[in-house]
């Protein structure tokens, strides 16, 4: 939220002030260094008390949110800055400095948009403990990666789950442990992870064939 407020009042004051030049300048491209950054931030998953919990995820929903605040604000406010006056080739090569700015950043938290709903995700119901296992699945070094698990239901019923942009912490544990908590009942889009150790993510479930045979 602290995020969206930063970004929003940045991009408002460069539209106001886009008659100077170099303040509205400095200004948009502040705010394109600020989504650069959080592209390339990741989240702080030690093992911490459950009560944190709540601050993570709304963290995590914060961060994404960014992609829609800069083409809301970001992206026209450096339009605005560069086009108020006939355009020149400094003016031009800022502009395209601030979408490769925006634009790696977006790139990075591309597969994380779906975390805005984290916090709802994980107020769904008590958390459940259920076996789980990795599948099969390329993945991305780094601090986030993609993965995908079979889940075992209580029941006995079978889900597939995918993960994009997940922790890698997440996925060396359910390695480790094999079995991972939902939170609440599984639905297509479920919360999983391991809340006493802050470790959350997204998951999109499904019966049947896992969706990458």
Do not use: N, Q
């Amino acid at each position: 939220m602290v995020v969206r407020a930063v970004l929003a009042v940045i991009g408002l004051v460069s539209v106001v002030l886009y008659a100077v030049h170099d303040l509205g300048r400095g200004l948009v491209y502040g705010a394109a260094v600020a989504t650069f950054a959080l592209g390339l931030a990741s989240p702080h998953l030690s093992a911490v008390p459950r009560s944190t919990l709540a601050r993570e995820v709304r963290v995590r929903a914060a961060m994404a949110m960014t992609p829609a605040v800069v083409v809301v604000l970001v992206w026209p406010a450096a339009a605005v800055v560069t086009f108020a006056k006939a355009p020149t080739t400094s003016g031009v090569g800022f502009l395209v400095a601030v979408f490769c700015l925006t634009g790696f950043g977006l790139a990075r938290l591309g597969g994380r948009v779906a975390e805005w709903r984290l916090p709802w995700l994980t107020r769904r119901g008590p958390w459940c403990r259920v076996p789980a296992t990795l599948d099969p699945w390329p993945t991305d070094s780094g601090d986030l990666t993609t993965a995908a698990a079979t889940l075992t239901l209580p029941d006995g019923t079978t889900l597939h789950a995918t993960l994009t942009a997940v922790p890698t912490p997440l996925v060396d544990h359910l390695t480790t442990t094999g079995h991972i908590w939902l939170a609440g009942p599984p639905a297509p889009l479920t919360a999983l992870g391991y809340p006493d150790h802050s470790l959350v993510a997204v998951a999109r479930l499904r019966s049947g064939t896992p969706a990458h045979t």
